[in-house]
């Protein structure tokens, strides 16, 4: 992610804690479904477009999606993907560095980037009248690339701080690496998106050259644009800008699947901190699999609204902790985790929450969900659907992650698969996946922060002066 | 989730000063609102947008942690989050249950001029939804033992948020800063403040501020003009208005330069250097958004993103804004980067702010960021929740219906001449406070003229 904001980063705690909007992220309204609306068109060089026409702002959101994320890097190289996101604004042969974002901006445009496990996204939001900006700058940078050390040196500087900020200075998202990198063993899911630091301080121009061209061409790329648009002139518009790129191939996509474990994984990471935190992820198909819907409707029984299960015993009856979650991940490429977090409030011992959260999935092993608490689920599911309709670029982002995973047309089925999930299937699901012999547990110890003080002086820089 | 919610209050401070800045525009875009004042005072906007089956309201009032009593800070925080507590009606767990029934949301959020509670909600379940909100806002019963947990909640929210450097900086900056003055402590309060709060002052401040003549009514979605006013009109009309008493609020600000430093075992230094700012109504706001937008608000190519980010690779994130409320608020440059690159990035950051006061701007920046600030506008409001935000604040503000007309304008007439004046009106790089959060040894921060940096 290049912006300035903390982002959202899928495989990133900051997700599994506040992506309300994110973990539930899905389809509309299911009437009428998205199919009969999208129009789906393949280029002669392979360029997939995804098209959706929706008027109700003067503006679009024009995205272009590479199907490559850090599941593409290699042992030592990790953090590679990202990388090259943030080299895709120093220019090309046409462009100088920064010029893209200029442009962008002189366009009363916002734009920006994020990389993922699975992928790397790269979009525009403007006004109507302004799509041609995106046209000829993002075609461009699909194929010309212009990689310079220099730009690349002081980027990569950026990238280290941009890992220092999220990762390193975060005790609960330095935690969230620490179970994936347990929990997956086989899979690249074992390495964070922006990588080790030692690998980022490792990466060299020729890995990044060699990386753009496996990666970044029509074939293994797809555009997704939402918004106020006539799909038959801006399609036109695509061929003439992309047609006449030179086809790539496809590269494979094929990764390793861990597999089934043994037995509980269980690490404890010791860092300054104020609370203690706990992580449990259970190894979970992704949309592939029928379950992964069970589990969806599982996630918000225990976590989703003021009155889930955890709120109300967690929070507001037992008052064990501060905040706890679950999250599933029906869209990540390759099979990924349900997490369950929790932060203990003080006083409270891991153990007794830990103890908790057991007594509750146990709970949901044997004890039949009643039909009005099912009802509830779905209803906050299918209304998180609506709302997330709500944002062009939402719209755009849940047709290029189904897309990424899938098929794009797989967004339709969701709520009808919602729909389906039975007391029975949550039996079933619950007492399969959620085991102690499926899951890692991390729990952050926090070291007690003596020494930490503060004081005030009155330095002044005024003598300083800058090269 | 729900207890993440102090990261919801700093943010919507943030989203003050910049959001603020980045509004506007020509209408175009903009559906029509219909303005009225019912006679409890109590002010209603409603725009219509039919594509999806969903309406967002939200009821704003003035009544946010500036007019927490001193000694009791965090009561205004606490008044609202004890709203979802349980009625006269209804219990705690029965409003959740309605809420998440109907698939709706229902947040709480408190920031230094205002609190706002927020409802999305299928069409099909708007007046149960709607019932609701009036209900917590109108008769909340405040049960004692909720509110000692709430109390206890908070405290640990605290607590946690210690462990988050920008938070820590923050807090002491603005603590640096406001020396004496209702914006100075945490909307949330402190633990030691909050140990003073008892039930008895939640429902006294409630009664003192829940008011309609201070508040802001605004629905947006899938709801027609006519509706609002057969239907919910009365049962907004049925609220009782107070007699708010006057407010005196005053400022006094710290000169500098000055600097809190606060040791922590990191690897970045988290770094505020900043000074008072400006009242949303100054004239100046626009000439200020344009300057600020080139120094240091407009992201990529504006100059602290350039020389910091762009040029040496030191920050992935340097912005600078000015967080215009209801009174004086400040000015924030904000930025991390490693420890021993700290004294470099201070030194370069207020460099930029001195080069803002020296010379003119060039034609070419000032260009950008007119077209940026005039031609971004309707990206701010394709959704419910970004339109009612923008209505409800346009209002609180005093902004006026016909602000989006004129804000294109307002924007557009801004000189280099005037962005140069402003610069030297509004930043004042020799008083700068400054805070930072940092491993200190390593960012060389104690003694003066050491040699981190270059």
């Known amino acids: ?406 098929d794009w047309r797989a967004v339709d089925e969701y709520p009808p698969s919602i729909g389906k999930v039975t007391p029975q299937d949550i039996l079933r699901v619950a007492k399969q996946y959620l085991i102690p012999e499926n899951r890692t547990v991390a729990v952050l110890v926090p070291l007690t922060t003596e020494g930490k003080k503060t004081r005030g002086s009155e330095f002044s820089l005024e003598s300083k002066t800058v090269r | 989730m729900k207890r993440r919610s102090i990261t919801k209050v700093l943010v919507t401070i943030f989203a003050l000063g910049i959001g603020l800045c980045l509004q506007g525009h020509p209408g175009y875009g903009m559906p029509p609102v219909k303005r009225s004042v019912l006679a409890n005072g109590l002010v209603l906007l409603v725009s219509e947008e039919h594509s999806l089956p969903l309406v967002t309201i939200e009821l704003l009032i003035d009544a946010g942690s500036r007019r927490d009593p001193a000694g009791k800070e965090g009561l205004a925080y606490l008044t609202a989050q004890g709203l979802l507590l349980g009625t006269k009606k209804h219990s705690e767990v029965e409003i959740n249950e309605k809420l998440d029934y109907m698939g709706a949301s229902l947040a709480v959020s408190v920031g230094r001029d205002y609190t706002s509670l927020r409802l999305r909600v299928l069409k099909k379940d708007l007046t149960e939804g709607l019932e609701l909100l009036l209900e917590t806002i109108t008769e909340p019963s405040f049960p004692e033992e909720k509110f000692h947990r709430e109390v206890r909640e908070t405290e640990a929210a605290i607590q946690s948020s210690e462990e988050r450097p920008e938070v820590v900086a923050e807090k002491a900056f603005r603590k640096k800063l406001f020396l004496d003055s209702p914006y100075s402590h945490p909307v949330e309060g402190t633990r030691e403040s909050l140990g003073r709060i008892k039930r008895e002052d939640v429902v006294k401040f409630h009664s003192a501020y829940y008011s309609p003549n201070i508040s802001i009514f605004t629905i947006v979605g899938d709801v027609t003009v006519k509706e609002v006013e057969d239907s919910i009109v009365p049962k907004l009309s049925a609220w009782h208005h107070a007699s708010v008493a006057a407010e005196h609020f005053s400022t006094t600000f710290a000169g500098g330069p000055e600097t809190v430093e606060i040791d922590r075992d990191i690897s970045q230094a988290n770094i505020i250097i900043g000074h008072q700012g400006i009242r949303r109504e100054n004239p100046d706001f626009y000439a200020l958004t344009v300057m600020n937008y080139i120094l240091g608000g407009g992201g990529f190519g504006s100059r602290l993103v350039d020389e910091i980010r762009v040029k040496r690779g030191l920050a992935y994130s340097v912005a600078s804004f000015f967080g215009a409320g209801k009174y004086q608020g400040s000015f924030q440059i904000v930025l991390q980067t490693k420890n021993a690159s700290a004294r470099e990035a201070i030194s370069l950051a207020i460099e930029q702010m001195k080069l803002m006061q020296r010379e003119l701007v060039s034609k070419q920046e000032l260009q950008r960021a007119k077209k940026y600030l005039t031609g971004s506008f309707p990206l701010r409001l394709d959704t419910q929740r970004e339109l009612v935000d923008f209505l409800s604040r346009m209002e609180y503000y005093g902004l006026g219906l016909n602000y989006p007309e004129r804000y294109r304008s307002l924007i557009n007439s801004v000189g280099r001449e005037e962005v140069l004046r402003v610069a030297r009106d509004y930043l004042h790089p020799d008083e700068y406070i400054l805070a930072v959060v940092a491993n200190l040894k390593e960012a060389n921060m104690a003694e003066p003229g050491g040699s981190a940096g270059e």
């Open chain 1, 1 to 406: 992610m290049r912006s300035r904001r903390r982002g959202k980063k899928t495989k990133n705690l900051w997700l599994v804690l506040c992506f309300l909007l994110g973990s539930y992220l899905s389809p509309p309204p299911s009437e009428a479904g998205l199919r009969e609306k999208v129009s789906e068109h393949v280029l002669s060089n392979g360029l997939k477009v995804i098209l959706l026409e929706n008027h109700k702002a003067p503006v679009v959101t024009f995205q272009v999606w590479y199907r490559v994320g850090s599941r593409n890097e290699q042992w030592g190289k990790t953090g590679l993907s990202h990388m090259l996101e943030h080299m895709m604004f120093k220019g090309t042969k046409k462009y100088g560095p920064e010029e893209f974002s200029r442009i962008v901006q002189e366009n009363g445009g916002d734009e920006n980037a994020f990389t993922s496990t699975d992928y790397t996204a790269y979009f525009e939001n403007l006004s109507a009248d302004r799509i041609q900006v995106s046209l000829d700058l993002e075609s461009d940078r699909m194929h010309d690339l212009n990689l310079q050390e220099d730009d690349f040196q002081t980027e990569r500087m950026v990238v280290m701080e941009e890992r220092r900020l999220r990762t390193e200075d975060n005790p609960q998202a330095y935690l969230m690496e620490q179970l994936e990198a347990t929990a997956f063993q086989l899979q690249p899911y074992h390495w964070p998106t922006v990588g080790w630091m030692e690998n980022i301080k490792n990466l060299t121009l020729a890995d990044l050259k060699s990386y753009y061209h496996t990666y970044y061409n029509p074939a293994n790329a797809f555009l997704v644009v939402v918004g106020d648009f006539s799909q038959k002139k801006l399609l036109a518009d695509i061929e003439k800008t992309y047609g006449s790129l030179p086809p790539g191939v496809k590269p494979d996509q094929e990764k390793a699947i861990d597999p089934p474990q043994h037995g509980e994984r269980r690490i404890f990471i010791k860092r300054q901190a104020e609370l203690p935190f706990i992580l449990m992820g259970y190894h979970v198909p992704n949309l592939r699999n029928g379950d992964s819907y069970v589990l969806e409707v599982i996630a918000t029984i225990l976590a989703g609204g003021r009155s889930s299960r955890f709120a109300r015993e967690f929070i507001q009856k037992k008052q064990l902790v501060l905040d706890a979650d679950a999250e599933n991940s029906l869209l990540s490429k390759d099979p990924g985790l349900f997490l369950i977090s929790a932060e203990p409030l003080p006083g409270k011992a891991t153990a007794e929450v830990e103890k908790a959260i057991d007594r509750e999935i146990r709970r949901l092993q044997t004890e039949p969900v009643g039909t009005q608490e099912l009802r509830k689920a779905k209803n906050l599911l299918e209304a998180s659907f609506v709302s997330s309709q709500d944002s062009l670029f939402f719209q755009a982002m849940l047709l290029a992650r189904y897309e990424i995973v899938q």
